[in-house]
């Protein structure tokens, strides 16, 4: 016989531990320890829960590196004691947040799902205790004694995503997120089903490794019809810049004038890593195919082939922290690490 998961659910804020008070209308953060008194289906599950929360549990706008590394530090410090882990965060910024913590670590072989909600726990229409309940019984499951999910995920509205795959779609739909270049890993529907072949294989026994240090001078730089070099410069003069996400157009295409040309080329001597990503959401970025990407290979910008920029985001601040050689750095960040690229 299988023992019960034990399954530690991490609230860190957002929407879905929301009541409304009725009063005001506005919506008020709830006390997290009550959640099963919300949600008294969650005594039926067949695992055991256990909780934990932020003291001031934030809307995800405010979410940063320092977080990412306080809900690193909860897993890690509970990693051995639990089958699974839950974290829930407000939606605005969860393919950020699950993307970096992808990274952060490495050999993980339990589940850490990622789940939220569009409406708030207390909504009579809410969204959430689907997204939770199935999220919890998705880290829960195990096969042969091993859980079965054994890297990070997002779940939501049906679908279960590789989290660094992830992008966020809609600020109104139940159905918010996407991954555009990579096929979920399950769907709930009458049964849980999961699409094995693109499951990363649970390793037992690798021991895992936690990477804590996070760069914080790194910019998201979104190309647009008309940008001049006055912009592009103040970008790229920001003091002790370290890194830039250049989101191109198409297959990874940047205009050819001089002076653009120039101010990535005396950029990337003064060792700071620039990557190509694509605007588009869906596609890869296709070094070479155009004269107006050509280049840019040629001068040394790294190719984010099909990453979204939210995992482009957390990769480049994950591998910066970690003082990759720039010898190395190009041909590092152009291999899959958790599965974010392919
Ligand atoms: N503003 C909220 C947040 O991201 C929205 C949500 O939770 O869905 O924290």
Redesign the pocket.
Known sequence: MTKKSKILLIYT????GMVKDYESNALKVFNFEQIKEKIPELNLLDCIIYTVSFENP????NMNPKYWVKIVNIIEKNYNKMDGFVVL??????SYTSSAISFMFENLNKPGIFT???LPIGDLRTDAKENLITAIQIAAIQENNLPKIGEVCLYFEYKLYRANRTTKISSEQFDAFNSPNFPPLGESGVHLNFNKSVLKKVVPNKKLIVRKKIEANVVILKLFPGINEQVVQSILEIPDLKGVILETYGAGNAPTSKWFINLLKKNIQKNIFIINVTQCVYGSVLSGLYETSNYLKKIGVIDGKDITTESALAKLKYLIGENIPVKEFKNTFETPLRGEMS
Not at 13 to 16: P, Q, V
Not at 58 to 61: R, V, Y
Not at 89 to 94: I, K, L
Request: glycine residues 24%; charged residues 10%.
């Open positions: 804020g957002g929407t879905i934030i809307d995800s706008s965060t407000g939606t605005d910024t969860m939220g909600s569009q």
